[in-house]
């Protein structure tokens, strides 16, 4: 045994093949790849990260143990908005970051600040955002969509406020996209801001905006303060979308491919601890509402981690379509149509003034070779044969990644050439 914990990761994969996989077992592996040639080069990893729900495969890795299973030890680190997590990421204060997976990409492209090289080393969590609209649009018979749209007609344009959390962010394009599907033009209709997401509550409290997108668990505190209530969450808008993802720079993974692998693989076993079991989803809450993580109450976070939903006025459902962090490892896998989703939006709302490659750019960001050597690392996880996958939008359009410039103009509500 001895012997075969000192092979190298060549001789361990030529010696697995010939054994049909046999030697490629869960916790046998990590043991080889954090030692010899393969041992990580930095032995300590900063990670930035945003309170929210969804940074719980970093709090998870970093609490129990996951990461020094690895070779490596994380050090969390609490940030207050995502433009911080983009500045400490890019001036190298921060070696990696839980992050929006459209401002990785707008990174990458110059929209979202100076042009800088980035990869998406892996998807962290699917589903689990909200749009919240606020008590005083129900007092004025708003309820759904279909109401808003009627109040926003009768008003002057940009009467109304909505809050995101960054411009070229995941809860922007869910917003927009809302909203448009709506017969609302998110641009002309009505305002849009920037807030971060613990200050969600607090603005729409004192009266700011009328409605926003972020994570959880801000849509259900405000349901409990009684400012707000849920009008859609995003899985309602894309089933089983991605979230937030695992980012870094292009050149911190050339310079430290073996740490960049051994940060995915304990982020990934972590995420499947956390959907092993409903125990386990429920203790992942009590950690996430301690003050270093969240400072909130578990109550905010439990429900909807399990999936059980409460929209405020009224109605209760068990979701479909839940926070989800591993899936048998799907969740993490860094699918190139998902980023390339992104870029089209960026396009359909003319924060890009032409069409870039958007095969190339995702190809470039999404390092799923990364992803493939951390998943055989923790073992039992299947790698899905493609890269492009197939979703049905709210309002029925289906995103397979073919013709992405088509798709961007197909939109009867949308922003090319304003």
Known sequence: MGETFSLSRRRLLQAGAALGGAMLLPGMVPSVWAAGSDKPELTTVKVGFIPLTDCAPLAIASLKGFDKKYGITLVPSKEASWAAVRDKLVNGELDAAHILYGLLYGLELGIAGKPQAMANLMTLNRNGQGITLSTDLQEKGVTDLGGLKTLVANSEPGTYTF????????????????????????????????????????????GNMVGFCVGEPWNARAINDRIGFTAATSQDIWPDHPEKVLGTRRDWVEQHPNTSRALVAALLDAARWIDASDDNKRETAKILAQRGWLNTKEQYLTGRMLGAYDNGIGRRWQDPHPIRFFDQGEVSYPWLSDGMWFLTQFRRWDLLKSDPDYLAVAQRINRIEVWKEAAL?????????????????????????????????????QRLGA
Do not use: C, E
């Open 163 to 206: 809050a995101h959390t960054f411009p070229t962010g995941t809860h922007a394009m869910w917003l927009y996209y809302w909203l448009a599907s709506g017969g609302i033009n998110p641009f002309t209709d009505v305002r849009t801001v920037v807030v971060p997401p613990p200050q969600m509550v607090m603005n729409m409290r004192i």
């Open 377 to 413: 690392a923790v073992g039992g996880v299947t790698a899905p044969t493609q890269t492009l996958r197939s979703s049905k939008l709210i309002d029925g359009s289906i995103w397979t990644g073919a013709d992405p410039a088509g798709y961007a103009r197909s939109f009867n509500v």
